[in-house]
Antibody
């Protein structure tokens, strides 16, 4: 059974870097595409970016200057770094899988709440 | 970015009702349109992909239709477990974008 699980600090200081990891079990990250998507409390969904099985990344232009998505094949994990965070980055962060470039995410982690506050 | 507009933003229904949610794209997206269901405190769940294809394991009372800019999600016979928020989602181009959501609750 394929499962995704986000992990990382629940509280980040303003202007610092948010770092999250998604651990994948049941399938190798050598296949599929792996996304980060977020949802501000009580708000809608925003795509952050993805990394492909070959390591190619694609980011939301609205966040591109602050986002890095990377992979660790040895641990079957992929990660998100979002720099220079503000309160507007407070959200539930989800990792998710999709099977091709134009396909929707079909499998999601449970999400993790990250609060940006001093 | 392609803007996705859903309406209504909320609706009230009873068990057994047929309900329809509409999603409109700001430009043509062919059939690159998906629907998700999200329950409180849970991750979104994929219901429909490519406008009309039912995701594996999703009950057949859910159906999707449309192309170009106008799409619908229909629930034929609302069940208690269907009370949730529904989002449309386009993958025609980058960045993929979501509609604002339609909350379905008890009448």
């Amino acid at each position: 059974q394929v499962q995704l699980q986000e992990s990382g600090p629940g509280l980040v200081q303003p202007s610092e870097t948010l770092s999250l990891t998604c651990s994948v079990s049941g399938v190798s990250i050598h296949i599929y595409y792996w996304n980060w998507i977020r949802q501000a409390p009580g708000k809608g969904l925003e795509w952050i970016g993805y990394i492909s099985s070959s390591g190619i990344t694609s980011y939301n232009p609205s966040l591109k200057s602050r986002v890095t998505i990377s992979e660790d094949m040895s641990k079957n994990q992929f990660s998100l770094e979002l720099s220079s965070v503000t309160a507007a980055d407070t959200a539930i962060y989800y990792c998710a899988r999709h099977w091709s470039v134009a396909a929707p995410p079909d499998l999601w982690g449970p999400g993790t709440l990250v609060t940006v506050s001093s | 970015d392609i803007q996705m507009t859903q309406f209504p933003s909320s609706l009230s229904g009873s068990v057994g009702d047929r309900v329809t949610i509409t999603c409109r794209a700001s430009q043509s997206i062919s059939t690159y349109l998906n629907w998700f269901q999200q329950k409180t405190g849970k991750a979104p769940k994929l219901l429909i992909y490519s406008a009309s294809n039912l995701q594996s394991g999703v009950p057949s009372r859910f159906s999707g239709n449309g192309s170009d800019t106008d799409f619908t999600l229909t629930i034929s016979g609302l069940q208690p477990e269907d009370f949730a928020t529904y989002y449309c989602h386009q993958t025609y181009n980058i960045p993929p974008t979501f509609g604002g959501g339609t909350k379905v609750d008890f009448k």
